[in-house]
């Protein structure tokens, strides 16, 4: 999967931009604040249908204007096709197309996939739960687009118990409705978790391979499901949304208390534990981004076995953090296979690369396209 072309109108700092894209290595260099996040943020967005950085779109809309269009060619096993998406402010419409042909997000999801590797991502280790539980969600979306819809009605559900948690305290014939709700949690519940489940498995096997080689074979990393249910790992919907009742109904007296639903997929986490320790906590610094590489790399690979082809990478001003080793043995592993852009201030740090390359300079809102520095 590739995208050849990128056609830009009225985003972010971008008037107006067309550029066409190397099918190996893509590098974009410039000075902070001249606009290398906003092209990768487009890519993105023209692969999910949203921003990475903000759900508020009139953000994304030129200072002055009223409207963008994002555009690009797209290629994969399938073939060749465009995609598209136009969002007018005033009316807080936003139209996303295939071919010329509109489409719903949840339709659309899965035509173009890309994994993004940002700054933030390294939050992601020692930060709150719902980052990791992002990050896995996330990924299932890719695979299973229907996913959001499931996740979407798990936490609307999820918001009416908690409303009817606080009203119990102050209305007790209100009592007898928390039963019905229960039974639609553990049932949106348990297909989320087992969902989640089976996708930190698969990642789990193949971020532990990366990390092996990223790490020079000196340490082990290791993905764990931290549930906030007693059900066991292979535990199929039926088993954990009975588990799911059960124990809403015994923290029922705790949660009426405290007006909120203590158990659920909403509370659960992932585990990553370097040499049996939870790097949350005894990680360095270079762990963390060894750790987060090797969970973008496993992205890469469980892509690539549910569709029968890599995504497009996007790495946005991180290739400098990491050192001269690891840098060379990700370029190794991706060289030929993978199409990856490249954003940094300074592109001499990308390494030695034996595939075709492009190289753009952006400055001020303007990508000019110069001659390979690699």
Same mark, same amino acid.
């Given at each position: 999967?590739?995208?050849?072309?990128?056609?830009?109108?009225?985003?972010?700092?971008?008037?107006?931009?067309?550029?066409?894209?190397?099918?190996?290595?893509?590098?974009?260099?410039?000075?902070?604040?001249?606009?290398?996040?906003?092209?990768?943020?487009?890519?993105?967005?023209?692969?999910?249908?949203?921003?990475?950085?903000?759900?508020?779109?009139?953000?994304?809309?030129?200072?002055?204007?009223?409207?963008?269009?994002?555009?690009?060619?797209?290629?994969?096993?399938?073939?060749?096709?465009?995609?598209?998406?136009?969002?007018?402010?005033?009316?807080?419409?936003?139209?996303?197309?295939?071919?010329?042909?509109?489409?719903?997000?949840?339709?659309?999801?899965?035509?173009?996939?890309?994994?993004?590797?940002?700054?933030?991502?390294?939050?992601?280790?020692?930060?709150?739960?719902?980052?990791?539980?992002?990050?896995?969600?996330?990924?299932?979306?890719k695979l299973f687009p229907v996913y959001e819809q499931q996740l979407g009605m798990y936490h609307q559900v999820l918001r009416q118990r908690n409303f009817l948690l606080k009203n119990i305290r102050f209305n007790k014939d209100k009592w007898s409705e928390l039963s019905g709700w229960d039974?639609?949690?553990?049932?949106?519940?348990?297909?989320?978790?087992?969902?989640?489940?089976?996708?930190?498995?698969?990642?789990?096997?193949?971020?532990?391979?990366?990390?092996?080689?990223?790490?020079?074979?000196? &340490? !082990? %990393?290791? *993905? #764990?499901?931290?549930?906030?249910? =007693?059900? +066991?790992? @292979?535990?199929?919907?039926?088993?954990? /949304?009975?588990?799911?009742?059960?124990?809403?109904?015994?923290?029922?007296? &705790? !949660? %009426?208390? *405290? #007006?909120?639903?203590?158990?659920? =997929?909403? +509370?659960? @986490?992932?585990?990553?534990?370097?040499? /049996?320790?939870?790097?949350?906590?005894?990680?360095?610094?270079?762990?963390?981004?060894? %750790?987060? *590489?090797?969970?973008?790399?496993?992205?890469?690979?469980?892509?690539?076995?549910?569709?029968?082809?890599?995504?497009?990478?996007?790495?946005?001003?991180?290739?400098?953090?990491?050192?001269?080793?690891?840098?060379?043995?990700?370029?190794?592993?991706?060289?030929?296979?993978?199409?990856?852009?490249?954003?940094?201030?300074?592109?001499?740090?990308?390494?030695?690369?034996?595939?075709?390359?492009?190289?753009?300079?952006?400055?001020?809102?303007?990508?000019?396209?110069?001659?390979?520095?690699?």
């Open positions: 999967m590739r995208i050849d072309s990128l056609s830009l109108k009225n985003w972010r700092n971008y008037s107006r931009l067309q550029l066409g894209f190397d099918r190996n290595l893509n590098i974009i260099a410039g000075a902070n604040g001249q606009g290398k996040t906003n092209l990768l943020e487009a890519i993105s967005y023209l692969a999910n249908g949203r921003s990475f950085r903000t759900r508020n779109e009139d953000e994304l809309v030129r200072f002055g204007e009223i409207n963008l269009s994002a555009a690009a060619t797209v290629k994969n096993r399938r073939g060749e096709y465009k995609v598209s998406i136009s969002f007018s402010a005033p009316s807080r419409s936003k139209e996303i197309s295939v071919n010329g042909v509109a489409v719903a997000r949840s339709v659309f999801l899965g035509n173009f996939n890309t994994v993004l590797f940002t700054p933030g991502d390294l939050l992601m280790v020692k930060g709150p739960p719902q980052l990791r539980r992002r990050f896995v969600d996330e990924e299932i979306i039974e639609q949690l553990a049932r949106l519940g348990a297909s989320i978790m087992v969902r989640r489940r089976a996708t930190i498995h698969r990642l789990g096997l193949l971020a532990r391979l990366a990390h092996r080689r990223l790490s020079g074979g000196t &340490e !082990e %990393l290791d *993905l #764990g499901y931290l549930s906030s249910l =007693p059900v +066991r790992e @292979d535990a199929g919907e039926e088993e954990t /949304g009975n588990a799911m009742l059960l124990a809403l109904r015994k923290s029922k007296e &705790e !949660e %009426l208390r *405290l #007006g909120q639903t203590l158990v659920g =997929p909403h +509370r659960d @986490d992932l585990a990553l534990r370097i040499n /049996g320790k939870e790097a949350r906590i005894f990680a360095s610094q270079g762990q963390l981004r060894t %750790l987060v *590489l090797a969970l973008k790399l496993a992205e890469l690979e469980l892509l690539r076995a549910e569709t029968g082809e890599y995504p497009v990478l996007l790495f946005d001003d991180v290739f400098s953090e990491l050192d001269g080793r690891r840098r060379q043995m990700l370029l190794l592993a991706l060289e030929g296979k993978v199409q990856t852009f490249v954003s940094g201030t300074e592109p001499e740090k990308i390494g030695r690369y034996n595939g075709t390359c492009s190289f753009f300079t952006v400055e001020g809102g303007e990508v000019i396209p110069t001659e390979p520095a690699v």
